[in-house]
């Protein structure tokens, strides 16, 4: 069992900066998927980044060049750097932790995120 926490969100400027970061509480978190995706009033929720154990990350083209992804194993934490805001960056950012086998998929409660002037 994996239990997330997010923390960080607010609300900014656009041009602005966030960090989001997730907690996570239980075993092997290094055999998971982090990741963070985003909700937007009326849409549906939308992959973020990703990071797995080794570091590979994954990143929506949407936010490629703005946002970056970090994890620390020590600290059972995923940390999502948002730069350069936009106003359709505004939306509940939701921590995830994923992994195939055994199959297992944690959401944390999300935090929101508005970019407006």
């Known amino acids: 069992q994996v239990q997330l926490m997010e923390s960080g969100g607010g609300v900014v400027q656009p041009g602005g900066s966030l960090t989001l970061s997730c907690a996570g509480s239980g075993s092997a978190f290094d055999a998971y998927v982090m990741g963070w995706y985003r909700q937007a009033p009326g849409k549906q929720r939308e992959l973020v980044a990703t990071?797995?154990?080794?570091?590979?990350?994954n990143f929506a083209e949407s936010v490629k060049g703005r946002f970056t992804i970090s994890r620390d194993s020590a600290k059972n934490t995923v940390t999502l750097q948002l730069n350069s805001l936009k106003p359709e960056d505004t939306a509940v950012y939701y921590c995830?932790?994923?992994?195939?086998?055994?199959?297992?998929?944690?959401w944390g409660q999300g935090t929101q995120v508005t970019v407006s002037s």
């Open positions: 995830n932790a994923y992994r195939p086998f055994p199959a297992r998929n944690y």
């Open positions: 990071i797995t154990g080794g570091g590979t990350t």
